[in-house]
């Protein structure tokens, strides 16, 4: 089973701390580069804000607002509070991405969500393979090696050209199933 949504959805997964989002933020400008309009979904276990301290999007947060759209011709940013404890689903951010003007959605972690993702490895850190047990992983980007044989394809983490090929790939297949 797997997440159902108009446009590819590939997520990257693996320990805190590998290099999900830096591997990303490489990513995106090679698939920018070969026409690609890209959205991203980055899972955080931790606060965060976005807005900054004394501007009025802040100030309305801070006042008791529980939503803030702050919109301009340059960006618009939604921001909901939540309670603390209850973490919106994959499913549920979706329907925030506008279909109509992206090709594909890159989503950082929701490694237990049903849908295709790359694995991030690297070798010294220790951590187990996550592919090992988990079938909706397509590939691993590693910076060496792993120690086993896996009956996936092996990405150079630190290559991201060739990763954006894999993905380019994957895409135009993805496309010809559906």
């Not at 900054?52 to 006042?63: A, C, H, V, W």
Request: proline share 7%; with cysteine; net charge negative.
């Amino acid at each position: 089973m797997s997440i159902d949504f108009p446009v590819p959805l590939l997520g990257f997964v693996a320990c805190s701390g590998t290099g999900k989002t830096t591997l990303l933020t490489r990513l995106i400008p090679q698939l920018k580069a070969r026409g690609l309009r890209c959205a991203a979904i980055k899972h955080s276990h931790h606060d965060f804000a976005i807005d900054i301290p004394g501007k009025d999007s802040q100030r309305l947060r801070e006042s008791g607002a529980t939503q803030v759209v702050l919109a301009s011709p340059h960006r618009t940013f939604w921001v909901r509070e939540g309670d603390g404890y209850t973490e919106p689903g994959l499913s549920e951010l979706l329907e925030y991405i506008d279909v109509t003007a992206v090709d594909v959605v890159l989503v950082e972690g929701f490694r237990h969500e049903p849908f295709p993702k790359i694995e991030v490895y690297r070798s010294g850190r220790g951590q187990p393979l996550l592919c090992v047990g988990d079938d909706t992983i397509i590939a691993v980007a590693v910076d060496s090696a792993p120690g086993e044989s896996l009956a996936i394809p092996l990405l150079p983490l630190n290559s991201p050209e060739h990763v954006a090929e894999f993905v380019m790939d994957w895409i135009a297949r993805s496309r010809i199933r559906d």
